[in-house]
């Protein structure tokens, strides 16, 4: 891993995405949405600790399904790029790696300001919900990358994030990836919780791990460039190689195109 | 004297579901040497020069390649947000090159290519022929002992297309070996050797099915 060219690699998918004006706008959008449009049925529908959890928790969900879908953009939008990159000198992981790099940052930017925005709103411990929105974009983060990995075109990756997603908005269980941080982010909501900081923490770290590894491999697997056999052997075995004879009809055709002498003197036949 | 082999193919074959791509191909371009590939649309051709490129696997052969090489891929491997200065240091740092190298090196091509000067566009930006001029400065930054390209002029101006075709004599003189897939049949009086791939899997190489070693 040559730390230059995992560098450059960020530093240039931060331009291209920094130029993607229409999608930073509805990537930072989307869970602002998500989270006001919660806000407002909460205030038809009453304020109980069950609808302020709602609200947090679609919120925090939101900005997930966003960073999710921003790495997977992030590592597909260039796919043509990828193996001609990977003749150019790159190592495989130094691509993958370095766009998860370009995302985190972003994620970085986005988080911290949503966690603010929500505790100017509602009764929240600004830290435990920073936590969790955090650990919950680096599980998304992990989430893209292995829908990209397994679906290479962009529409079935969203719909996969979509999926992945949008079932934990419903149901969040121990055995999903975003559950250490939903746990986080319902704690900072002033709700009881079944796990203590340090395990949802490792939950979620577990979590990106696992998924973050299914997704380099797979899409390692899919990128890597075929081994070359010695071209020392190959020029043995041209002498020993069984030659069907000449097409009349394919002879006609290209004859005129090959030098005689060089068409003559370079084929071997037999 | 011969000089050495920079592409060795060797029983190569490919399928796509139940179509067969390249049935059994075998040739060898040696270094100063200029191979066409011909055929029909839908014959194999970049297929093959996929599978020459290290790109995609074969069902079935061997090739021998040197480890650098220069591919120009049909398809522009291009990042629609990036200029073309971009792309530039983008390719160089992969082959360890500094920005100012990089620069340099791809500047130079461009210029040859004709590259609007001072052109700050993105690459989304342009015409199909000067995306294509981008894609093909990237391959040939690195130079090597064997160039591959998947019909590299589409798009291009006259002035461009011919200078592209004077280059692969260029390139030969220089002691490469060029593989270039094209369609230009008035062109293949340029080259040493002409591969037909034919739909369904059929080839012919310089008139007969052989081996040019």
Redesign the interface.
């Known amino acids: 891993m040559n730390l230059?060219?995992l560098l450059?690699?960020a530093a240039?998918?931060g331009?291209?995405?920094s130029?993607?004006r229409l999608a930073l706008v509805i990537l930072v959008a989307l869970p602002l949405v998500f989270y006001f449009s919660g806000r407002m049925q909460l205030e038809d529908a009453g304020t109980t600790v069950d609808d302020q959890l709602w609200v947090l928790v679609s919120g925090a969900m939101g900005s997930c399904w966003a960073i999710s879908v921003a790495a997977l953009f992030v590592v597909n939008?260039?796919r043509?790029?990828?193996?001609?990159?990977l003749?150019?000198?790159?190592r495989a992981a130094e691509l993958l790696l370095g766009r998860v790099l370009t995302v985190l940052v972003l994620a970085a930017l986005i988080t911290p300001a949503f966690s603010v925005l929500i505790w100017t709103q509602q009764d929240v411990d600004l830290a435990l919900l920073t936590m969790g929105i955090g650990l919950g974009a680096v599980v998304s983060v992990a989430t893209g990358v292995l829908a990209a990995a397994l679906v290479p075109r962009d529409m079935e990756g969203v719909l996969v994030v979509i999926g992945v997603v949008g079932v934990q908005m419903t149901a969040l269980e121990p055995w999903m990836p975003l559950w250490g941080s939903g746990e986080l982010i319902v704690g900072a909501g002033g709700v009881a919780v079944t796990s203590t900081v340090p395990e949802a923490v490792a939950h979620a770290l577990v979590s990106t791990a696992v998924l973050m590894a299914a997704g380099v491999l797979l899409w390692v697997r899919r990128v890597r460039?075929?081994?070359?056999?010695?071209?020392r052997?190959?020029?043995t075995?041209?002498?020993v190689?069984d030659?069907?004879?000449?097409?009349e009809e394919?002879?006609?055709?290209?004859?005129?195109?090959?030098?005689a002498e060089?068409?003559t003197a370079?084929?071997?036949?037999r | 004297m011969d000089q050495?082999?920079?592409l060795?193919v060797?029983g190569v074959s490919k399928s796509f579901k139940r179509r067969r791509a390249l049935d059994d191909v075998?040739f060898?371009v040696r270094q100063g040497e200029a191979l066409?590939v011909?055929g029909e649309n839908g014959a194999g051709k970049t297929t093959l020069l996929r599978?020459c490129?290290?790109?995609?696997?074969?069902d079935r052969g061997?090739?021998?390649?040197?480890?650098?090489?220069a591919?120009c891929?049909q398809?522009?491997?291009?990042?629609?947000?990036?200029t073309a200065d971009?792309h530039l240091?983008?390719?160089g740092?992969?082959?360890?090159l500094t920005a100012a190298e990089a620069r340099a090196r791809g500047g130079a091509l461009l210029e040859w290519l004709r590259y609007p000067a001072g052109e700050t566009a993105?690459v989304r930006e342009l015409s199909t022929g000067t995306r294509q001029k981008v894609n093909l400065a990237?391959?040939l930054?690195?130079g090597g002992a064997l160039i591959l390209l998947d019909e590299p002029y589409q798009g291009f101006d006259r002035g461009t297309y011919e200078n592209f075709w004077e280059h692969v004599g260029t390139w030969r003189d220089q002691g490469a070996a060029v593989v270039v897939v094209t369609h230009m049949?008035a062109e293949?009086?340029r080259?040493?050797?002409?591969l037909?791939l034919r739909v369904g899997g059929g080839w012919?190489?310089?008139?007969?099915?052989?081996?040019?070693?």
């Open positions: 230059t060219r450059t690699v240039m998918h331009r291209d995405l130029r993607r939008g260039s043509r790029a990828d193996q001609p990159l003749l150019a000198g790159y460039l075929q081994r070359a056999a010695p071209l052997a190959a020029t075995a041209a002498a190689r030659v069907p004879p000449v097409r394919l002879a006609v055709r290209t004859e005129p195109a090959v030098p060089t068409a370079d084929r071997r036949t | 050495p082999i920079a060795s060797r075998s060898d066409a011909i599978i490129a290290g790109v995609l696997a074969a061997t090739v021998a390649r040197p480890g650098r090489l591919y891929p398809e522009a491997g291009l990042i629609d947000h990036l971009e240091r983008y390719v740092a992969g082959r360890g993105t990237l391959a930054m690195d049949l293949l009086h080259v040493t050797h002409v037909e012919a190489l310089d008139g007969g099915r052989g081996v040019a070693a």
